[in-house]
């Protein structure tokens, strides 16, 4: 009876990179944990936390602490970047993909980092970590430390954010367009999603940065080495992007403004209209009020021209109407 090795729970992909110019080997998906005992280079493992079995196998990870095991398998839905030891976990956001499309909804990616091992979690597919993928099936002899994986992934995230900002400003530039058109259109639907879109990336993107800017502060002892040099250019990053967010939250909002003055001034001028009809219609209103009166002794109630006269008296009043409104400037 032959003994195998149990294959690792979760798993999406494996990555062993070697130092110096070998290759970076791409490992089995049933690769088993013995195989994970790599004498040279460093590891990045890929799991999905939908497998239940992912904590039982993190549990006994050699190198992992209390602290970054529960940085791993978390499903708390915020972003967290906690430096220990000389060991990097916690919690970035990201964007989720379906498997034939990009979405904007909003992800969370679970990381370890240590000198010898990169460990990466989430529960849904990740836009940034898929393109991470690419660029190391692509060059990925760039990648020498665990903490230049960690520093890729941010960048990848920065980079998705530029693309959704690209989109958000093609979509505003249609709604503009509608907006300062001669007919007036109501575009607030159109535009509220937009809107609610780019206030919640803003309100990611400030709480990365900051929390990089935490990390970057934080004592040496506590550093991996290289990650103040790491910290400094995703700060930049970061910083670039964020002037880029604001802008286009500051252009959403004028253009909010924007949509609710001229729906205010369309508002206003139908009560102008209303209001001339009723100031003209107001004094024959009285005449007809007036002789209407079932009461004795009205003015041309007897003879045979009467309603002229009656007519007379209506048009004399909104002649008198529109003279009143020209003299006081309304007209």
């Known amino acids: ?26 490992l089995p998906i049933d690769v088993a944990r013995s195989d994970l005992d790599v004498s040279e280079g460093f590891l990045w493992l890929h799991l999905n936390l939908a497998d239940t079995r992912v904590n039982a196998f993190l549990e006994n990870f050699p190198g992992l602490t209390p602290p ?23 919690t970035l956001v990201d964007f989720q993909r379906e498997f034939d499309s990009e979405t904007r909804d909003i992800g969370w990616l679970h990381f370890f980092v240590s000198d010898r091992v990169i460990i990466t979690t989430r529960l849904q597919p990740l836009r940034s970590v898929d393109r991470m993928r ?26 998705t954010l530029i693309s959704l900002v690209m989109e958000l400003t093609e979509e505003l530039n249609l709604i503009e367009d509608f907006v300062y058109d001669n007919t007036p259109r109501d575009e607030r639907r159109r ?11 803003h309100r990611h993107l400030r709480t990365v940065l900051t929390l990089m800017r935490r990390a970057a502060a934080a004592d040496d002892d506590e550093m991996p080495p290289g990650f103040d040099d790491v910290a400094s250019r995703l700060v930049g990053r970061l910083e ?32 102008y209209i209303l209001s001339l009809m009723t100031a003209f219609l107001l004094p024959p ?47």
């Open 68 to 90: 970054a095991f529960t940085a791993l398998t978390t499903h708390d839905t915020h972003a967290a970047i906690t430096l220990d030891e000389q060991l990097v976990y916690g």
């Open 240 to 271: 670039a992007v964020d002037h880029d967010v604001y802008a286009l939250q500051e252009r959403a909002r004028l253009l909010h403004e924007e949509i609710d003055s001229k729906l205010s001034s369309e508002t206003n001028r139908h009560l």
């Open 1 to 26: 009876m032959s003994l195998v090795a149990p294959a690792i729970p979760g798993l999406v992909w494996a990555y062993h990179f070697r130092p110096g110019s070998a290759p970076c080997t791409r």
């Open 134 to 159: 690419a660029a190391i099936e692509k060059n990925a002899s760039r990648y020498r430390r665990p903490i230049d994986v960690f520093e890729t992934l941010v960048a990848e995230f920065q980079r």
């Open 285 to 331: 209103t009285l005449v007809t009020g007036f002789f209407g009166m079932n009461t004795s002794s009205l003015p041309f109630a007897e003879g045979t021209n009467g309603t002229g006269y009656a007519l007379s008296l209506i048009g004399v009043s909104v002649l008198a109407a529109w003279w009143l409104l020209r003299r006081t400037g309304i007209l």
């Open 191 to 201: 535009l509220a999603p937009v809107r609610r879109t780019v206030v919640r990336l």
